[in-house]
């Protein structure tokens, strides 16, 4: 069974977190069932970037993300290459390593 190994972030996993995940569930899902309270304005639904991660480890493992995705991370706060929505990218066989950026854009909560 593949982990998802979150980095420690002082807002959401101050120690870092090693969890357990399913083939075909998202970082999200994975982060939500085990208390990692990412923000997700849209209700996972990729119409924002609050959920935004940066996959150290593994990225290469999880399918690519597609056009409507790489749309909305044109529009998140500190894009890397291996940036994705976590509501998005889907664990496959591999173990992940995530960071939870220290920041994030919310335009309903910020008024934009």
């Known amino acids: 069974m593949p982990q998802v190994i979150f980095l420690p972030n002082a807002d959401h996993c ?4 090693v969890l357990e995940a399913q083939p075909g569930e998202t970082v999200l899902n994975v982060a939500l069932r085990n208390g990692i309270d990412i ?23 999880m399918d690519p993300s597609d056009e409507l995705e790489d749309d ?8 890397e ?3 994705r929505l976590s509501c998005q990218a ?3 066989e ?4 995530v960071e939870i950026p220290r920041y ?3 335009q309903v909560s910020e008024g934009h």
Request: proline share 4%; net charge negative; with cysteine.
């Open 104 to 106: 994030t854009i919310n």
């Open 39 to 61: 923000e997700h304005a849209c209700e996972k639904s990729c119409a924002c970037t609050t959920c935004h991660v940066v996959v150290r480890e593994g990225f290469a493992s």
């Open 94 to 97: 591999q173990d992940l390593v």
């Open 90 to 92: 889907v664990v496959a």
């Open 72 to 79: 909305m991370l044109d529009k998140a706060w500190g894009l």
């Open 14 to 17: 101050p120690e870092g977190a």
């Open 81 to 83: 290459p291996n940036s």
